[in-house]
């Protein structure tokens, strides 16, 4: 059974940034970022391989990175925030070999961190 625990959400101006931290207990090959926004499907925002591959929503491209250290906990640098960026985010780890986009491929969820950017 994965951990996770989310951190680093807060409150930004618009044109912010924040970087969200997801402690793992243990390493899982495919981890991931997800958000939803009130009244909104959760969505994928980022994936991360053990291979170093990596994958964006078009959304947030160019503007968000995601990262690992020690190859179990995951990491998401946020720039230049919007306020269609305002959602609860989410870390989640799978125990297939290639991330997905499909929530139902996560076994493991994070109780989310809320990220709230005003204009």
């Known amino acids: 059974q994965v951990q996770l625990r989310e951190s680093g959400g807060g409150s930004v101006q618009a044109g912010g940034s924040l970087r969200l931290s997801c402690a793992a207990s243990?390493?899982?090959?495919?981890m991931a970022w997800f958000r939803q926004a009130p009244g909104k499907e959760r969505e994928g925002v980022a994936t991360h391989q053990g291979n170093g591959r990596t994958t964006y929503a078009d959304s947030v491209k160019g503007r968000f990175t995601i990262s690992r250290d020690n190859a179990k906990n995951l990491f998401l640098q946020m720039y230049s925030l919007k306020p269609e960026d305002t959602a609860m985010y989410y870390c989640?780890?799978?125990?297939?070999?290639?991330?997905?986009?499909?929530?139902?491929?996560?076994?493991?969820w994070g109780q989310g961190t809320q990220v709230t950017v005003s204009s």
């Open positions: 243990e390493y899982s090959y495919c």
């Open positions: 989640a780890a799978s125990s297939w070999v290639d991330c997905t986009w499909y929530r139902s491929d996560y076994n493991y």
